[in-house]
């Protein structure tokens, strides 16, 4: 098992900064891919970031491209969503998964290829 735990979330104003956080503990050589998604209130689960574990390649969605972006720790098994000019349509419930290889973008957006997943954080960004 692999257990994710986020942290990092909170209220903000449009235009302002956060740092996500989750660190991943359990069976540590499982998965290949971690992720973040959200969810707004009413909306389905939606793709924001992945970067392969090993190497570092990553994907990101159109709606927050030049201003998140996802990172990790190895060593401290930890991974990163940073979150710069957020807007109002950024406020969320955000998840990080985790899951196998995943070599293409249409696939790292299916939250479905994702086998672990944390128990989320609530952005909230004030206009």
């Known amino acids: 098992q692999v257990q994710l735990v986020e942290s990092g979330g909170g209220l903000v104003q449009a235009g302002g900064s956060l740092r996500l956080s989750c660190a991943a503990s359990?069976?540590?050589?499982?998965?290949?891919?971690m992720a973040w998604f959200r969810q707004a209130p009413g909306k389905e689960r939606e793709f924001v970031a992945s970067i392969r574990w090993s190497g570092g390649f990553t994907y990101s969605a159109d709606s927050v491209k030049g201003r998140f972006t996802i990172s990790k720790d190895n060593a401290k098994n930890t991974l990163y969503l940073q979150m710069n000019s957020l807007k109002p349509e950024d406020t969320a419930v955000y998840f990080c998964?985790?899951?196998?290889?995943?070599?293409?973008?249409?696939?790292?957006?299916?939250?479905?290829?994702?086998?672990?997943w944390g128990q989320g954080t609530q952005v909230t960004v004030s206009s």
């Open positions: 998964a985790a899951g196998p290889l995943i070599s293409s973008y249409p696939v790292a957006r299916e939250a479905r290829r994702y086998d672990y």
């Open positions: 359990g069976r540590m050589f499982s998965w290949n891919t």
